[in-house]
């Protein structure tokens, strides 16, 4: 797959502990930006050109952009894959409510949950001894869940605002928040056990090179 996908591979630049991170990003922008474009010509066709559609365009620009990013600054691309569908979902969410005032209440549900599966992001990208900037991205994640509601009301265009009034809006909210606390601490649970066994297998590995090494090394001696 790797060979398939070379152009995918971070450049040498990129320490040996990060690259496979690396690559992961790259591989997630090709394909993020794949789904956008086909998330353009879905709404395209079935709604026509929008206001929004340039936006969608430009992010998943930005996403296939982020490849030759990382091979020059890898912190900084794997920060922008993480961070760039966070908040223009809340930015194309809150202007498309402005610009096209006929949406239903769908699209106030939609790009929230967008902005939920955001939070697996982090743990994808960087290891955990990087925590300063999984924890800018998480931050962002919980940031913008918890404004969601009050961004769109300060642009006039909030869920109640809009004439909707059903009273399980607010549990919707309550379900959104719950569901990004289960993903946190599972997916850091899950990297926590994935990066010990990875060490462990590492430590295998030099000890059994260390061991042949010991055993080549007196049939080497015995044999001149």
Same mark, same amino acid.
């Given at each position: 797959?790797? *060979?398939?996908?070379?152009?995918?591979?971070?450049?040498? *630049?990129?320490?040996?502990?990060?690259?496979? #991170?690396?690559?992961? !990003?790259?591989?997630?922008? =090709?394909?993020? /930006?794949?789904?956008?474009?086909?998330?353009?010509?879905?709404?395209?066709?079935?709604?026509?050109?929008?206001?929004?559609?340039?936006?969608?365009?430009?992010? /998943?620009?930005?996403?296939?952009?982020?490849?030759?990013? +990382?091979?020059?600054?890898? +912190?900084?691309?794997?920060?922008?894959?993480?961070?760039?569908?966070?908040?223009?979902?809340?930015?194309?969410?809150?202007?498309? *409510?402005?610009?096209?005032?006929?949406?239903?209440?769908?699209?106030?549900?939609?790009?929230?949950?967008?902005?939920?599966? !955001?939070?697996?992001?982090?743990?994808?990208?960087?290891? =955990?001894?990087?925590?300063?900037?999984?924890?800018?991205?998480?931050?962002?994640?919980?940031?913008? =869940?918890?404004?969601?509601?009050?961004?769109?009301?300060?642009? #006039?265009?909030?869920?109640?605002?809009? #004439?909707?009034?059903?009273?399980?809006?607010?549990?919707? +909210?309550?379900?959104?928040?719950?569901?990004?606390?289960?993903?946190?601490?599972?997916?850091?649970?899950?990297? /926590?056990?994935?990066?010990?066994?990875?060490?462990?297998?590492? *430590?295998?590995?030099?000890?059994? +090179?260390?061991?042949?090494?010991?055993?080549?090394?007196?049939?080497?001696?015995?044999?001149?």
């Amino acid at each position: 797959m790797r *060979k398939t996908f070379s152009f995918l591979l971070p450049s040498s *630049k990129v320490p040996e502990h990060l690259r496979q #991170g690396v690559y992961i !990003t790259n591989l997630l922008s =090709l394909l993020l /930006a794949m789904l956008g474009i086909i998330l353009f010509y879905t709404l395209f066709f079935l709604f026509g050109w929008s206001p929004t559609s340039i936006y969608i365009i430009l992010t /998943a620009s930005s996403l296939l952009f982020i490849v030759f990013v +990382n091979r020059l600054y890898y +912190n900084v691309g794997r920060l922008s894959f993480c961070l760039i569908p966070i908040y223009m979902t809340l930015a194309i969410s809150v202007y498309g *409510k402005y610009a096209e005032p006929y949406h239903t209440y769908i699209t106030y549900f939609d790009s929230r949950f967008i902005i939920l599966v !955001t939070s697996i992001l982090p743990a994808v990208c960087f290891r =955990l001894q990087e925590r300063v900037k999984i924890a800018a991205c998480l931050f962002s994640t919980f940031l913008c =869940l918890i404004l969601f509601d009050p961004v769109h009301n300060f642009f #006039g265009v909030g869920y109640f605002q809009r #004439g909707f009034d059903s009273p399980s809006y607010f549990y919707i +909210n309550a379900i959104t928040f719950i569901c990004f606390l289960i993903l946190l601490f599972g997916l850091l649970t899950l990297k /926590a056990i994935t990066e010990r066994a990875e060490q462990q297998a590492y *430590k295998s590995f030099i000890d059994i +090179n260390s061991l042949n090494g010991q055993l080549i090394y007196p049939m080497r001696s015995y044999s001149s």
